[in-house]
């Protein structure tokens, strides 16, 4: 889809070839970083790290909703900001739901946990999100700097989070009635997934000290798990290339094309009157809610491609600010913006039977209290650091 | 006499008990687990978040579908198991509250648990989904608490009377 729309953007002059290929350099290492973190997080599930979550969330819970509850921040957070929101969409929902069930307590406070999570825990570093992937590029700050600029606002957020599901799941937390299995058998620790991230961590930390791309860390940490994986025939070189999503990174490229476009023909001006100047914390909390608003409406993606031409020059503080929003802001509307929303109606996607008014209520709860704990954070980390 | 027996997680084992304790010997007794759509349209709608990833096969909601209907059939099986008596088991899925109310047509008795704020007597003791069942049950209902009932102190005092 989005394909075909950058080669028609280009073709009618919407984009001139330069600024295309510019745009297509620019998003080159991004998206290459962006599959190294997609190969990690499929191998980490190929070694057992999912089913292994499972099992301690189990034990350590046994059979109490709201032990569960902080077991789920704790992993979902974790595992979000180290192997990106995918991970815990894809892999780990399916593993919360299954131990909850398993477990006698009732799933959907933490399924909710890990769709909420999966966006409000993506703040911390840079291969959290996309999103950040794209803002640590156009930002100039270094993988350390963001990691200790994000880290206040990340806890913060999660801790409003928090505050509000133990509220408004209350009742779904009292519950309990163990369905009389035991917990299943403990699966064995995944110690070369969990060594491969941690040294894949410090090797971001200590590459951003010498100044190299933290990229080749990540590429490196990949092919370790996939490597292996290669190896020990866990594994062809065909999964390798699937598990990076190919088809995904070419929409990235070509949505980044077709962002540009539109932004070249007017956006810019448009929008450049209603963000605001400034790193005063009302300035960051005017961009914040802007940023939120907008993925909302077009998801956060396009959104944050937009923003950050206009929030670059006002420095890193206003490229955080955006990023706060559009990470947290998606826990809004249900499927994360009104576009897809639309667009799942339009092509009949939407057999899928939720309770939008208490999925909004939660949003409405969620999200304005973990945004503004989140950009008064951020504030205070600008001032000390 | 058929009893339908609606089962959720966490509260079941009061309802279970109260048909050992309520019910005739010769009752035709059915344990129902109804599965809403709603936990996994959390997950559809968080994978349909993550713009531009395609592979419908990725998407979790599928995924906690399947695991939905394991998990029903072993709280069913617990249950049958805590009865001690021969029984029937019926799983369904769609509407949790509209379920129950067809599940119970034609029957002589439908018996459930409270699901609201039991930390005091009172209308929030039910939530949506119980309220539904017992505004609109087309027979009987026993109404149950989980856990032993709070104190009748926790009624608030009536208001005060003005001549």
């Known amino acids: 889809m989005a394909v075909p729309a950058a080669a028609l953007a280009v073709a009618t002059g919407a984009i001139s070839l330069d600024h295309a290929r510019a745009e297509a350099e620019r998003l080159g290492p991004v998206v290459g970083f962006l599959a190294a973190v997609l190969v990690l997080a499929h191998f980490c599930d190929v070694e057992g790290l999912f089913q292994a979550c499972g099992a301690w969330m189990a034990r350590w819970a046994a059979g109490r909703p709201v032990r569960l509850l902080t077991a789920v921040f704790a992993l979902a957070s974790a595992i979000t900001a180290v192997l990106s929101l995918d991970a815990t969409i894809v892999l780990l929902t399916p593993v919360v739901f299954a131990t909850a069930a398993r477990t006698g307590v009732r799933p959907k406070p933490h399924v909710y946990a890990c769709t909420h999570l999966s966006n409000t825990a993506s703040l911390l570093l840079p291969v959290s999100n996309l999103t950040n992937l794209l803002a640590f590029a156009a930002s100039g700050l270094s993988f350390t700097r963001f990691a200790a600029l994000m880290a206040l606002p990340w806890l913060a957020a999660i801790g409003a989070e928090y505050l509000v599901f133990r509220r408004f799941f209350a009742r779904d937390l009292t519950a309990a009635a163990p369905v009389g299995r035991d917990t299943g058998e403990v699966p064995a620790l995944p110690l070369f997934a969990l060594v491969t991230v941690g040294c894949t961590l410090a090797g971001f930390v200590v590459a951003s000290a010498f100044g190299v791309e933290p990229a080749w860390v990540a590429a490196a940490g990949a092919l370790v798990l996939a490597g292996r994986a290669l190896v020990r025939r866990q594994a062809g070189p065909l999964d390798v290339v699937r598990s990076a999503a190919p088809a995904f990174l070419a929409f990235v490229l070509a949505l980044g094309v077709v962002v540009r476009a539109v932004v070249d023909n007017g956006l810019a001006e448009a929008l450049g009157h209603v963000v605001p100047d400034g790193t005063g914390l009302p300035a960051l909390l005017g961009i914040a809610a802007l940023a939120a608003l907008l993925a909302n409406l077009i998801n956060n993606l396009p959104a944050v491609l937009v923003l950050l031409p206009l929030a670059v020059p006002a420095g890193p503080g206003a490229v955080l600010a955006v990023l706060l929003g559009v990470n947290i802001g998606p826990n809004l509307t249900y499927a994360g913006s009104l576009a897809t929303l639309l667009w799942r109606r339009i092509v009949h996607q939407h057999e899928h039977d939720v309770d939008l008014g208490e999925f909004t209520r939660l949003g409405l709860l969620a999200v304005p209290s973990s945004l503004a704990v989140a950009v008064v954070a951020l504030w205070g980390s600008l001032q000390i650091l | ?163």
């Open chain 2, 1 to 163: 006499m058929r009893v339908i027996v609606w089962l959720v997680e966490g509260t079941w084992p009061a309802c279970v008990d109260a048909v050992r304790a309520h019910a005739p010997d010769d009752a035709e007794v059915v344990l129902l687990h109804v599965s809403g759509p709603d936990v996994p349209a959390v997950a559809h709608g968080a994978f349909a978040g993550l713009l531009g990833r395609g592979h419908r096969e990725a998407d979790p909601g599928d995924r906690l579908e399947a695991l939905g209907g394991t998990s029903a059939a072993s709280l069913l099986a617990a249950a049958a198991e805590r009865l001690g008596r021969p029984c029937a088991r019926e799983e369904r899925s769609g509407r949790v509250e509209r379920e129950v109310v067809a599940a119970a047509e034609g029957a002589g008795l439908l018996v459930l648990a409270r699901d609201g704020d039991r930390s005091r007597l009172g209308p929030r003791s039910l939530g949506p989904a119980v309220r539904f069942a017992v505004d609109h049950a087309p027979c009987p209902v026993l109404l149950v608490w989980p856990e032993p009932a709070p104190d009748l102190r926790t009624i608030p005092p009536p208001p005060p009377h003005h001549p």
